[in-house]
């Protein structure tokens, strides 16, 4: 595989990864205070994606709270939708997925779309310079007032800003938020551990290989996911949406039909959980940690958007 394919599968991997737990913690974490719905201590579980997208519409309600207190204005947007969630990976299997959404090219369009015309970013903009910084601290943190700090488990470190309503909306989410802070860094920077190893596995190696004779069957030469996925965008260029869309599906369908007629991508999901198990043990308690806080969030998200997933 290409040095450009690596690349690609490592953040597809990091897309898909469902981030779970090696095993159960030593000992069981303290709740945080918080509503008495918060997750029991000793439960672990990943999130749906329904789960997941109540907690971010619950932050982003707690964050326009912190800004409206702060004497600001501010809108709330919609997190990303599951559909478009559910087309994210390193091959697409979902043949009816791809029947109707392609690559997700509609969601990309979208996205620049939502982007350019943010009223926040616009309001930000017209405020006086003064207000326009205090606006961006109160928002996103003051570096001056203390930074958080975590080394990522391969290498190298990150850091963020103690402050802000993005912190205040977690604290209240998630518990103490430096501990949050180090746990979801850790869970979502590993596979740089395994993914090198899993790419030479014979097993990917070969499901990818019987993926590429399948689309050659049905007009398409690709060594892999990777190579459509680098060539797609210049596949579509200058065509309308309407005609990108069509093209997208055209060469969708048959990859995700081959992906299940190949197994590629059940493989792929299958190795990974084997590789995460065998190879992040070391990572397993910060891994629970990470699931339970996401769990404890999603109870009080509950209570905060005053629905369920």
Known sequence: MTKRGVRFWVAALLIASTLVGCAAGSGDEPRADGPSGAARPEETRDLTIGEAILIERAERILVKRCMVASGFTYWLRPPVSAAERE????????????????????????GEKARLNDPNATYADGLPEPDRIRYSKTLDGDPAQGMMSTRLPSGGTVQKPRTGCWNTAGE??????????????????????????????????????????CMKKKGHTYASPDDIRAKRHSLTAGMSPQRAHATEVELAVPEAVCAVETSLGR???????????????????????????????????????????
């Open 267 to 309: 493989t792929a999901r299958a190795l990974e959980s084997e590789y995460r198990t065998t190879k992040l043990q070391r990572y397993s308690d910060d891994l629970t940690t990470y699931q339970r806080k996401r769990l404890t969030a999603l109870a009080r998200a509950e209570i905060i958007t005053g629905s369920k997933a």
């Open 172 to 213: 209240q989410l998630y518990g103490d938020i430096e501990t949050w802070f180090r746990v979801k860094k850790t869970a979502t920077s590993l596979t740089p551990l395994y993914v090198p190893e899993l790419l030479k596995d014979r097993r990917l190696t070969t499901a990818v290989a019987a993926w590429a004779r």
């Open 87 to 110: 087309g994210r990976g390193f091959v697409l299997d979902d043949i009816t997925w791809a029947r109707t959404y392609g690559y997700g090219g509609v969601f990309e369009r979208q």
